[in-house]
Structures are given as C-alpha cells and as structure tokens.
C-alpha cells in the first residue's frame, strides 16, 4: 500500500492537516502544547505551515511530509527488528 494515497483517502484529498488532527490521530498520547514543542525542536521532523500570515491560521502539516514521516518510522522499526534477529 502506498502511504501518501491513504492519508490523501483518510484526510478527504486535503492536502494539508491540521496540527489538531494529526496530533488526534498519530500522537494521542501527547498534550498539543507537548507535540509543538517536539515539532519545532526536530524531535518529530515534521515541517509545519499555515495558510496566511495570521496568527490564527491554523498550523498544518501537509501530508507528503506525513507520509514520508510515517515511512521512515516504518523503516527504522524494520531496521531495529532485524539488528535484533
């Protein structure tokens, strides 16, 4: 299965989501204070953006970089999985 093709199915074709939504989603576990603190220190390598200038434009992740981010998570659990074997 191709990554970026379900998140473009889950998300509806939109191209970005929203900060809330992947946090929801992907990172439950975490307040949203938490998960922006981990995504502007490159903890979580996500790249964020926004619609506008504003303040109030909400921040997004766009879902290429989602599902690259997904992939290489998947990547690295495969690697660690093998060292172990």
């Known amino acids: 299965m191709n990554t970026l093709w379900l998140l473009t199915a889950?998300?509806?074709?939109?191209?970005?989501?929203?900060?809330?939504?992947?946090r929801t989603d992907y990172f439950s576990g975490m307040s949203r204070e938490v998960f922006l603190r981990k995504v502007e220190s490159?903890?979580?390598?996500?790249p964020l953006t926004r619609l506008g200038e504003g303040q109030k434009a909400p921040r997004c992740v766009h879902v290429k970089d989602l599902a690259a981010?997904?992939?290489d998570c998947a990547e690295q659990a495969r690697k660690e999985l093998r060292r172990k074997l």
């Open 10 to 22: 889950k998300y509806e074709g939109n191209p970005l989501v929203t900060v809330d939504a992947l």
């Open 42 to 46: 490159g903890e979580i390598p996500l």
């Open 69 to 71: 981010y997904i992939d």
